[in-house]
């Protein structure tokens, strides 16, 4: 069974960082391509970084470029986002997401989610 | 950026009715790659169909998805309490991927 599921969510205050981790168990985890997913109640769910299956290539949304970014560990299972210069907007729960394949981006497995509050 | 626009916004239906859902893309999607999902609440989303209308593995056969170009459709047939929930669409084929805003389907 897959399983995904994300830690490091808090609170942090406007400009600051925070790093968000993504243990995958029940795949294999270097198979597929990896993303992060936020909802928040006003905007519903945002696309906001995806990772290829080896880690060479990355993608980001315009609302979060050269602010975040993703990495993963193939050895570890592990797909992480650090997120620096953090806005009141970044304020979501964030999701770990699997791909369906290496290279097709619909999501079937999510993990639960970890909130995320931007806030002074 | 591709545009999604679900509609109706809520739809109010009965247990044992259908369901017919739209997404409309503001262009055409690359592939029919298009994706819906569920969402109940306190719960992440679960894929239902992907490739515009293949089911994903253990949705029953009353989920079905349709369309092609910018006009997709989900229909849920003889509705069961359990699903009454939100649900997105998703396109893929285009970047950046985008989601549509939802449709709540509630009970009547």
Redesign the interface.
């Known amino acids: 069974e897959v399983q995904l599921l994300e830690s490091g969510g808090g609170l942090v205050q406007p400009g600051g960082s925070l790093r968000l981790s993504c243990a995958a168990s029940g795949l294999t985890f270097s198979n597929y391509a990896m993303?992060w997913v936020r909802q928040t109640p006003g905007k519903?769910?945002?696309?906001v970084s995806?990772i290829t299956s080896t880690g060479i290539n990355t993608?980001y949304?315009?609302s979060v470029r050269g602010r975040f970014t993703i990495s993963r560990d193939n050895s570890e299972n592990t797909l992480s986002l650090q997120m620096s210069s953090l806005r009141a907007e970044d304020t979501a729960v964030y999701?770990c997401v699997k791909a369906?394949s290496a290279w097709?981006?619909?999501?079937?497995?999510?993990?639960?989610?970890t909130l995320v509050t931007v806030s002074s | 950026e591709v545009v999604l626009t679900q509609s109706p916004g809520t739809l109010s239906l009965s247990p044992g009715e259908s369901a017919t859902l739209s997404c409309r893309a503001s262009q055409r999607v690359t592939n029919n790659h298009v994706a819906w999902y569920q969402q109940r609440p306190g719960q992440a989303p679960r894929l239902l169909i992907y490739g515009a209308s293949s089911r994903a593995t253990v949705i029953p056969d009353r989920f079905s998805g349709s369309g092609s170009g910018t006009d997709f459709t989900l229909t849920i047939s003889r509705l069961e309490p359990e699903d009454f929930a939100v649900y997105y669409c998703q396109q893929y084929g285009n970047s950046p991927i985008t989601f549509g805003l939802g449709t709540r389907l509630e009970i009547k």
């Open positions: 993303t519903g769910l945002e696309w995806a993608y949304a315009d999701y369906g097709s981006y619909f999501f079937d497995f999510w993990g639960p989610g």
